[in-house]
């Protein structure tokens, strides 16, 4: 599909794509969780996710009645299981808001990027494959720096009780344990 000169390629999430944004969402936003959820159920676009309206989904015949926005073309999509539990809860929530979501309606109907900037960055955070580094720190054993970490503390501009509760801690730091214990 060509849009202006640019040629856009567009794939299809795998499965283990698809749960990986998924349990991303979950974790951080269960409004963008719903909608990922009812997206890939249904392939319908932001707009009509946002926008649609709780009379077009007959739960009891198992299906969503609506006109698309973009297209203008009525649409008659099943209701899958997946998605069946929260369209059943959405119906019950916000009786007199017309919106299955209606959070994202209004973000959609003010702020429109705010939605597509969530969606990012729940992308950025499933799909990013950098693992977190750890600095490379070299590993010394306290006794070949005790006596350089003795005179650091002594130098310091700490107070006379701070240095030594410092040095009292060392000794223990050396036998493996922790501050705490």
């Known amino acids: 599909r060509k849009q202006g000169d640019e040629e856009i390629h567009r794939e299809a999430l ?3 794509q698809a749960k990986r944004l998924l349990q991303v969402c979950k974790q951080n936003n269960i409004l963008l969780y719903d909608m990922v959820c009812f997206g890939l159920a249904t392939s319908f676009r932001k707009e009509d996710i946002c926008l649609l309206l709780k009379k077009d989904v007959y739960l009891n015949e198992g299906i969503i ?8 073309v009525e649409v008659i999509i099943p209701i899958t299981s997946s998605i ?3 369209l059943q809860r959405r119906l019950g929530e916000e009786l007199a808001n017309p919106y299955i979501f209606p959070q994202a309606a209004y973000i959609y109907q003010h702020n429109p990027k705010h939605l597509d900037d969530m969606l990012k960055n729940a992308i950025l955070v499933a799909f990013e494959r950098v693992e977190p580094t750890q600095p490379k720190i070299p590993h010394l054993e306290l006794e070949s720096v005790l006596s350089e970490v003795l005179a650091r503390v002594q130098a310091s501009s700490f107070a006379c009780s ?8 060392l000794p223990l730091y050396a036998q493996g344990l922790t501050y705490r214990e």
């Open 14 to 16: 795998t499965v283990e």
């Open 162 to 169: 701070k240095k030594e509760k410092i040095v009292a801690l």
């Open 84 to 86: 069946f539990a929260m």
């Open 65 to 72: 009645h609506t006109k698309l926005k973009k297209t203008g």
